[in-house]
């Protein structure tokens, strides 16, 4: 299901471009999984400072995937940008779309390439989660390192499982 409508996302970025920059601020909730007011994935923190399951998981998916190119806690390198910076520039829809397509960075003396994730599960089963760890990341609402570990969101994970395995 996830998959599907990252796909419909993506086609949506292309006919309709990019919008403003949501307000990080959590307004409304479905499964666990947070959203603004523009109905965008954000994260919310529990009053102990525990994350919500998609910013840690988000976390986690980020160091598996993204951490080799874009550094620790998305700070960049010396091939690949920023991501807490980059989250400033871009929002929800042209983020889906550049990990999706990938993008040639212009802005590097080697014009790097960002490869195009769009056929691996391995990402695209969890690119909210990584989008709403790097919005907290970016917004300084998360600090570098690991978010502290909620307990176990046993419907996000089956869907992360059967995502994985259409």
Not at 117 to 124: A, E, I, L, R, S
């Amino acid at each position: 299901m996830l998959w599907r409508s990252l796909t419909l996302a993506t086609a949506v970025v292309v006919c309709a471009g990019t919008v403003a920059l949501a307000d990080s601020t959590a307004v409304s909730e479905d499964a666990g999984k947070w959203f603004d007011a523009d109905d965008v994935p954000t994260y919310k923190f529990a009053e102990d400072g525990t994350a919500d399951w998609f910013t840690w998981r988000g976390y986690k998916k980020y160091t598996a995937n993204c951490f080799q190119c874009h550094g620790p806690d998305g700070l960049g390198s010396s091939f690949a940008p920023n991501l807490a910076d980059s989250l400033k520039r871009i929002d929800y829809y042209k983020f889906t779309e550049i990990v999706s397509s990938g993008q040639q960075n212009v802005w590097h003396p080697e014009n790097s390439i960002m490869p195009a994730w769009g056929t691996d599960k391995n990402v695209m089963c969890f690119l909210d989660s990584i989008y709403v760890y790097l919005r907290g990341r970016s917004d300084g609402a998360i600090d570098r390192g690991e978010p502290k570990r909620p307990a176990i969101n046993t419907a996000a994970r089956d869907e992360e499982n059967a995502c994985l395995a259409e």
